[in-house]
């Protein structure tokens, strides 16, 4: 079976002065990340559903809106109707994740579950089955431009076993420090979608920066298949 890889470049690095001609750059992605934050669950403010109504009406590519709000049951329907085809909520801010999972899947998105870095992968071992996609942050969430925590690689490993013992197949999403040069490692240990900001936005080319990463990734996925 090949492992399709992708990558949702972070629009946390676009110029949001010019977000559409930057959205224009990265027509190649597979998703584009939204990384919503409330300064309360993270310190940082950041994006609401103006900017998603936004990307909604700028582009095609489905949106993967990561939300990092305490309460996100609250206001996971206002990102739903703004045009999110993919909502990811922390289990550390989600009183009731099963509640949570089920109502944004009824409501035709599809729904993931984020781990901080400091978050044990077995808290979704009961859950895990009901997941459209994991993601597994390599930093500590508020900001871009972090550096990665390679203790994640360990943790991807653990997740595909899970994922394995359960029959389930979730889209493994990475998230904090991805570039081209640890891809192909992420990609070997279970990775499957590309979050980045900065290693997207920053290029001269947020095109060939895209196609280079999934490059990398695509690399590292058939050394784990050899
Ligand atoms: C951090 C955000 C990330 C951020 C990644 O809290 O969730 O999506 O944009 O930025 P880079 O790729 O620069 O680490
Ligand atoms: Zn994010």
């Not at 984020?114 to 089955?129: A, F």
């Not at 925590?149 to 076993?161: A, F, G, T």
């Not at 997207?200 to 695509?218: M, W």
Request: aromatic residues 4%; hydrophobic residues 45%.
């Amino acid at each position: 079976m090949t492992t399709q890889i992708k990558v949702s470049p972070s629009i946390l690095s676009a110029d949001m002065a010019q977000l559409g001609h930057d959205l224009e750059r990265i027509a190649n992605a597979d998703y584009i990340h939204i990384d919503v934050m409330d300064g309360h669950f993270v310190q940082n403010l950041t994006f609401g559903t103006g900017i998603v109504k936004a990307c909604k009406s700028a582009s095609n590519i489905p949106l993967d809106v990561h939300l990092m709000v305490t309460n996100p049951d609250s206001t996971v329907d206002w990102y739903i109707d703004a045009g999110a085809d993919l909502i990811t909520v922390h289990v550390e801010a989600s009183t009731h994740l099963h509640r949570t999972i089920t109502h944004i899947k009824e409501r035709g998105c599809k729904a993931g579950a984020v781990l901080n870095p400091g978050t044990p992968v077995n808290v979704l071992e009961d859950i895990i089955d009901e997941l459209d996609m994991v993601l597994l942050m390599s930093v500590n969430p508020g900001f871009g431009g972090q550096k990665f925590i390679p203790r994640v690689l360990e943790k991807l490993r653990q997740l595909r076993k899970m994922c394995i013992e359960h029959g389930a197949n979730p889209e493994i999403e990475i998230d904090g420090g991805v570039s081209v040069a640890n891809a192909g490692q992420l990609a070997a240990a279970g990775a499957t979608v590309f979050v980045a900001g900065s290693a997207v936005f920053g290029a001269d080319d947020p095109a060939a920066a895209v196609d280079a990463i999934r490059a990398a990734g695509k690399r590292g996925c058939a050394q784990q298949d050899a």
